[in-house]
Structures are given as C-alpha cells and as structure tokens.
C-alpha cells in the first residue's frame, strides 16, 4: 500500500518552476555584435519587433509571457546559427518548448509579411539593373539576388605530383 502512494504521489508531484535570467541582447550588445549573432542591425530587430508584436504577444495565467523582443531574437538566432532550440534557449533563458514556439511563430509571420519586404524584380530592365548592381559590388555576373550572402571559397585538393 505504501508503494501505491508512493507511487501516486511521484506521478502527481510537480517540478517546481525554474526563473531564468532573462537579459536582452538589445541592451547591451552593439550592432557588430548583434550582426554576428542573429544576422541583423539593431534597427531592423526593433522594426521587426514593433512589425510581429501585437501577433507575437501571447496571454499567460502565468506571471508574465516572453517579451517579443525575446520571443523575436530567440527565432533570429535560431535561423542565424541552425544549432539546437535547447542551446538557443539557454542564451536566452527559455526552455527549448519556448524557443520552438517562436521558430514556429516567428516563420509563420514572416512568410505571411515576406511579400512586403523582398521583391523579385519581374521585367528585364529592373533584372538588368539588379544585376549590374550586385556585379558592382561583388564581381559575380549574372545574380539577381542572394539569401544570407555569405560566400565560402571552396578549393580543390592539391594534387600531389609524387604519386
């Protein structure tokens, strides 16, 4: 009988809640740092804060939902690195269930505003002028555009003549 409510009350015991440190990267890093870790200025994070905010807010029975601004770069560093949600997460101080949740929002959002921000120049005067533009500035013909824009040299092995 003792196992029984030992058992019963393991199953009905509840972790107790974990509180975070929550510090905003907004605060404190600058913009070549914030460029390095989530692959945006500052100015564009706050603008796409203030643009996903009044979506991105959520109600909690909870003392206090996530605050966009966390909610927000938690997903932009998710899609700057790839790495695990849970490593996000502990940058942030949110649970890996938290970090998901914004990944899935913050990408939602995103494709629903895409149309707003990234344009496809469609007649062959505008494609043209693209083209020389990035050509200008990169000395690749041809490219009407690129995603990220960071480029890898990949080098052939050296062929060793002694074989």
Known sequence: MALLLAISHHRTAHKPRVFRDRT?????????????????PRHLVTELCDMLADDVQRSTGRSQSLLVSTQVLAALRFYATGSMQRVDGDLHGISQPSVSRCVHTGSKLLTTKASMHIKFPTDEMSQRRVMAHFYKITG???VLGCV??????????AVNENI
């Open 148 to 157: 990220d824009g960071t480029q890898i040299p990949i080098l052939s092995p």
């Open 24 to 40: 905003q990267p907004l605060d404190f890093m600058d913009d070549d740092e914030l460029i390095s870790r989530y692959r945006l």
């Open 140 to 142: 690749f013909p041809n």
